[in-house]
């Protein structure tokens, strides 16, 4: 089995900031990409950022230049480092990666539990 596990959200005033981690543990043969998604209440889940294994990243409009992805491939680590936070960025985060649990197996998506991010104006 694989497990995602976020840590990092919580309640911050506008123009602060947080980092959000997520790491990947259990039966792993390799990550391919890792990212950050967000869903706000009455909203579809959108991509926040994203990167590969060999760190090239991706980057929502909304958050270009305030968020960075970043991630530890020795710990299976991705992390969200966001800047400037705004209150249009509360939302749930869910790590996202994609992995291959044998050299065997197709690469399967998994996702974390979701993390609640708040910023107030």
């Known amino acids: 089995q694989v497990q995602l596990v976020e840590s990092g959200g919580g309640l911050v005033q506008a123009g602060g900031s947080l980092r959000l981690s997520c790491t990947a543990s259990?039966?792993?043969?390799?990550?391919?990409?890792m990212g950050w998604y967000r869903q706000a209440p009455g909203k579809q889940r959108e991509l926040v950022a994203a990167?590969?294994?060999?760190?090239?990243?991706n980057y929502a409009d909304s958050v270009n230049g305030r968020f960075t992805i970043s991630r530890d491939n020795a710990k299976n680590t991705v992390y969200l480092q966001m800047n400037s936070l705004k209150p249009e960025d509360t939302a749930v985060y869910y790590c996202?990666?994609?992995?291959?649990?044998?050299?065997?197996?197709?690469?399967?998506?998994?996702w974390g539990q979701g993390t609640q991010v708040t910023v107030s104006s």
């Open positions: 990167i590969i294994r060999g760190g090239s990243t």
């Open positions: 996202h990666a994609e992995i291959r649990r044998a050299f065997w197996r197709p690469e399967d998506d998994y």
């Open positions: 259990g039966s792993i043969f390799s990550i391919n990409a």
